[in-house]
């Protein structure tokens, strides 16, 4: 049984046309991730949510965004995708009293 | 600052021959955690093993043991008997500090690409 879930699996968009990618949870867990893996490099943490508080990391460009309006869900959107946004996007949850990460299959993003 | 290093971008092995993946890590904290993370062409990332740093002994998960080594800040995976479905690209990767709220994340190293030969 799938515990997260992204979709879409594969995303197409234009180059400045708002995106949105999502994660959902069936594991009820406090905490949930999002990645950004570009081809051949180490996933790169954009921020997480402890339930409700937001943790944004310092390096993330403004025109990343997240929205978490319940347990299960976790939405990512990109205001304005530049063709360098163009990456595997993975989703991942915890449940904050254990160190283990549970990863979604991620959704792969592409800019024309 | 906390930091990860893998310094195989690629190892070839034989078919059923162990095999060692390096890892070195570096953190002023003396509470963390390691983790080793195979992830298949398709995408996904696979949990396989974990070491937290009070523990005294050397985590195993099957055919998966670490070693770890805190002097040396070393963990590296060793994968017994390796198969063709162990091909895949493999991150080390560290937890900083006491399971808290707002700093529960996790950094992953630059990765080691495995291919097995039948």
């Known amino acids: 049984d799938a515990m997260v879930i992204q979709n879409p699996r594969y995303q197409v968009t234009q180059f400045g046309k708002p995106v949105t990618l999502s994660c959902s949870q069936t594991?009820?867990?406090?905490?949930m991730y999002w990645y950004q893996q570009k081809s051949s490099q180490a996933p790169k943490l954009l921020f997480h949510?402890?339930?409700?508080?937001?943790?944004n990391e310092a390096d993330t460009p403004d025109n990343f965004q997240s929205r978490r309006p319940n347990t299960s869900f976790c939405f990512l959107d990109i205001r304005s995708p530049g063709l360098g946004d163009a990456a595997m996007y993975l989703c991942?949850?915890?449940?904050?009293?254990?160190?283990?990460?549970?990863f979604g299959p991620g959704t792969r993003l592409t800019v024309t | 600052a906390q930091k990860i290093t893998q310094t195989q971008p690629g190892m070839f092995v034989q078919e059923k021959e162990a095999v060692t993946l390096d890892c070195t890590y570096d953190t002023s904290d003396p509470s963390y955690g390691l983790f080793w993370y195979k992830q298949p062409s398709s995408g996904e990332m696979i949990f396989l093993i974990y070491?937290?740093?009070?523990?005294?002994q050397n985590a195993t998960e099957g055919r998966y043991s670490l070693n770890f080594q805190k002097a040396r800040k070393s963990a590296n995976l060793v994968i017994s008997a390796s198969q063709l479905g162990d091909s895949a690209m493999y991150f080390c990767a560290m937890r900083e500090g006491q399971w808290r709220s707002s700093a529960s994340k996790i950094i992953f190293g630059s990765g080691t690409r495995l291919s097995i030969r039948p």
């Open positions: 991942a949850t915890s449940s904050g009293q254990t160190y283990e990460q549970y």
């Open positions: 070491q937290g740093s009070y523990d005294q």
């Open positions: 949510y402890y339930d409700k508080d937001f943790n």
């Open positions: 594991l009820n867990h406090n905490v």
